[in-house]
């Protein structure tokens, strides 16, 4: 607000009039009912464009290198690659997963060994498009056996694929825990929260 009122203020007579003049005319815009014309060029889909089938077969291949099970999914991706790493933690105290997901939620935000916090974050952004941790349950189809992961997804452009493991070995390995850098983002965790609940009041009340 205060940036926005000094912009204000070193703006002279006619600039203030064009910058109104600018809005009316967008607000007429807004507000102004979209022609046949215009309306006619927005894509639309007809009950013959959609599948009758709910579940379409993912196209799934399958391979086994050095004991780890790798799947692959050759669709149309405008050539990003999307990559699920999966490491089994079925043996740790279930007491721990919650602990474990805050840990997660902090890799690729706290410093590592050869990175500080805005290096890492600076490497992720330029070199992937995403980089995330996160636990998950999965039941077996087969047996109904239930197995705990913890899952590093990335997405990279198919040149930049080479760099995904790289990156999710430093923030797996060579995360520093830093108390004080741990404590920051406590302390943000906290805040995000508050605010969900705040814009979710409704789901909590209920």
Do not use: W
């Not at 607000?1 to 809005?23: C, F, P, T, W």
């Not at 005319?25 to 215009?38: C, G, I, M, R, Y």
């Not at 050759?74 to 805050?102: H, K, N």
């Amino acid at each position: 607000k205060e940036r926005a009122a000094a912009y204000a203020a070193s703006l002279s007579e006619e600039e203030m009039a064009a910058v109104r003049a600018d809005n009316e005319k967008l607000a007429v815009f807004q507000n102004s009912e979209d022609t046949p014309e215009a309306k006619a060029t927005l894509p639309v889909l007809s009950l013959s464009d959609l599948s009758r089938d709910p579940t379409p077969e993912i196209p799934t291949l399958t391979d086994c290198r050095d004991g780890v099970i790798r799947l692959f999914h050759p669709l149309p991706t405008s050539g990003i690659l999307y990559t699920s790493l999966y490491f089994d933690i079925s043996s740790l105290p279930f007491e721990d997963m919650s602990a474990l997901s805050l840990v997660c939620r902090m890799l690729g935000d706290l410093p590592t060994e050869h990175y500080s916090a805005i290096g890492l974050d600076t490497a992720i952004k330029t070199d992937l498009g995403m980089l995330d941790f996160e636990t998950s349950v999965v039941r077996d189809r087969r047996n109904g056996a239930v197995r705990r992961f913890v899952v590093a997804r990335a997405s990279a452009l198919a040149a930049n694929t080479a760099k995904i493991l790289p990156l999710v070995r430093e923030c797996a390995l060579h995360t520093l825990f830093d108390p004080q850098e741990v404590l920051k983002l406590l302390r943000q965790e906290v805040i995000y929260g508050e605010q969900y609940i705040v814009g979710a009041g409704h789901m909590f009340a209920v």
